[in-house]
């Protein structure tokens, strides 16, 4: 499956109920062939607004460390979530959301084939834990 395939199909996943209320896929930005990948649990407003992970307070404070330690989206990092829809007032994706959506993030994964992998909170730790990814570079 190739990047547009892929982003593509997640774009018109009906697999749970966050694709009603969503206003942007929350697809994943950065390097595509990153050796850095971070995760997170799922977007929240600003992120839904702009249809890009991680540009809202948290967003600002993640691209600051980064920074300090040599690291921009731009050029070496490629950043996504566990879900790829806003879950309703920055709740924690509900477990069937997070297994309706982890194929996409398997799909990101593959295609990236990162050498380390960030997860940013319990949520994506948790999901990635319980997938038990295997991953060769």
Do not use: H
């Amino acid at each position: 499956m190739t990047w547009e395939e892929l982003e593509r199909d997640c774009r018109t996943c009906r697999k749970c109920g966050l694709c009603e209320k969503r206003t942007n896929l929350v697809f994943g930005d950065g390097v595509k062939t990153a050796e850095i990948m971070l995760i997170g649990e799922g977007p929240g407003e600003q992120e839904d607004l702009s249809g890009l992970p991680f540009v809202g307070a948290a967003g600002k404070l993640l691209d600051d460390m980064l920074k300090i330690i040599g690291l921009d989206r731009r050029k070496n990092v490629y950043i996504t979530n566990i879900v790829k829809c806003r879950p309703p007032k920055n709740r924690d994706p509900f477990r069937e959301e997070q297994e309706a959506c982890i194929g996409w993030l398997r799909e990101q994964i593959a295609l990236v084939r990162p050498r380390i992998i960030v997860c940013l909170g319990r949520i994506a730790a948790g999901a990635l834990i319980k997938e038990n990814f295997k991953i060769t570079r």
